[in-house]
């Protein structure tokens, strides 16, 4: 009798993974594509705060450059920078639970888009929160970033 409820049970838990479905199949579908969605929903949050810092900084460091502002291009950015202290710590908190759910998300079922976002996404974080270079340059990379960026989340968006 013994051997038989074993036996039961081994059959009853090998369904699920014979079938491809199942409960156990629901339920690890709908925890991947939950992950998915907060990672696009986190990555769509920090994305508005980079962009409000991005435009603090550009502003800060044209004030600089064309209205003699600041005493120097350091100084502009650091400006920039303590204007959005408020989201500072956010941006980074968020950056760190990104991170997280790009490891649970990225060999799921939305991998290419997942890849691209966040491809996109670090560039554009890099960009911004490691000022470099010239006003000229920054000023000519950072749109396209940001359209680089919100164009994956927009594929993203459409998958999900």
Known sequence: MKKFVALFLVILCLIPTFTGCGLV???????????EIDFYNL???????LDELADDIYSCWYDYVYEDKYL?????IDEAFAM???NIETIIENNS???ELYKDVKDGELEEEVKDVMYAYNEY???IIEVSGSFETFSESKEPLKKNLSSALKNLSFEI
């Open 97 to 99: 639970r990104i991170r």
């Open 72 to 76: 120097s291009p350091d100084e502009a």
């Open 125 to 127: 974080y890099s960009f």
């Open 25 to 35: 199949g629901e339920i690890f579908n709908s925890i991947s594509k939950q992950d």
């Open 84 to 86: 959005n202290e408020h």
């Open 43 to 49: 990555v769509y949050e920090n994305q508005a705060y």
